[in-house]
């Protein structure tokens, strides 16, 4: 059983997302706070003492795609660009932002790219996902995945962005919900990456769909031509109403993922060791014991020899552990 332990605690107003980075020896978490149009630092490496330790809003010091801060993900870079990045998608700013972070006391704002300019025609509204990735064929270069939720003319699609220089970031290919076999990315939602055992030199990426509340689809996109992005296999089932988050994991040569439906109250494994057949493995519904009404928000951990998946109920209040080590049998724990 695992047992959750409350260590510090910090109020914020209207956090939506957060993700964690190292700088040396310490560890840092950058949160986007949309309602603010603003993102804070924290150091978090003494996590009974967290401290902030630098904010910057929307409008000030350079930072101007921050309108509606959402989604985040850093990366790191070497060579000629070398230090420690986030990319942050701004809903009301149809854009996206790129930070050094690498002085987490001094963040400092780098390009930004609106929609629809220089080619960057599906961050109309950003809001949910953005993934940092590399590909085999070009090891020098970094891009990253931002899913468009609702673009303007109702097209929801994905942006590949090529962040390698984050001071001139350059949009990649684009792809739309109903084009070139493009047939789940209606409401283009999270997005995670992936490998697969049976094709090391191909990179790939999987992102929910919502489309509307009785929308359930998946969609599997092959980016490892940055250029040309091809659309591979589809999933949809009952069990994925509202499909908000996901999150991919690997027991042994067998590559998973498990994805959460919001109106079903439930979550779903799905074998995606082939990209191009999905297979539904087990599944878990909410019940009184557990906290999964609206299940949203996702990510997988291991502790000792067992991986665990850690859910945000969201009209539930709570989080939910559960043991994904066997995706045939999850259970609650």
């Known amino acids: 059983p695992v047992t959750l332990v409350a260590k510090d605690a ?31 630092i924290y150091d978090v490496s003494n996590p009974t003492n967290i401290v902030v330790t630098d904010t910057e809003t929307d409008g000030n010091n350079n930072f101007s795609a921050l309108e509606g801060a959402t989604a985040v993900d850093t990366f790191t870079l070497t060579g000629t660009y070398a230090g420690t990045y986030a990319i942050v998608t701004a809903d009301q700013d149809s854009g996206v932002q790129i930070i050094d972070v690498s002085n987490p ?42 899913t468009d939720f609702n673009a303007r003319s109702g097209t929801d699609g994905v942006q590949i962005i090529d962040v390698s220089n984050p001071s001139a970031i350059v949009a990649m290919d684009t792809e739309e919900d109903g084009q070139n076999d493009f047939d789940q990315l209606q409401g283009a939602f999270d997005a995670d ?112 020899a067992s991986t665990y998946a850690i859910v945000t109920g969201y009209d539930d209040d709570g989080v939910q552990i559960i043991d994904v080590s066997d995706p045939t049998d999850i259970t609650a724990v």
Request: without cysteine; charged residues 15%.
């Open 105 to 146: 006391s001094a963040i400092v704002a780098k390009d930004k790219e609106f929609d629809p300019d220089n080619g960057f025609t599906k961050i109309y509204s950003p809001s949910r996902s953005a993934e940092i990735f590399t590909v085999a064929s070009n090891s020098t270069a970094t891009y990253a995945i931002v």
């Open 193 to 304: 990456i992936f490998t697969v055992a049976s094709n090391s030199t191909a990179t790939y990426a999987i992102v929910t769909a919502i489309g509307s509340w009785d929308s359930n689809g998946i969609q599997i996109i092959d980016v490892s031509n940055p250029s040309a992005i091809v659309a591979k296999g589809e999933f949809t089932h009952a069990n994925l109403l509202y499909p908000g988050g996901v999150e991919t994991f690997t027991i042994g040569t067998s590559t998973y993922a498990i994805v959460t439906g919001y109106t079903a109250d439930t979550v779903q494994i799905l074998d995606i060791s082939d990209p191009t057949n999905i297979v539904a493995k087990d599944s878990l519904e909410n019940s009184g014991s557990l906290e999964l009404d609206g299940a949203y928000g996702v990510d997988v951990f291991t502790a000792g």
């Open 10 to 40: 910090e109020n914020l107003t209207g956090p939506q997302y957060v993700e964690v980075f190292t700088i040396g020896t310490s560890t840092y978490a950058i949160v986007t706070q949309p309602d603010e149009d603003r993102v804070t």
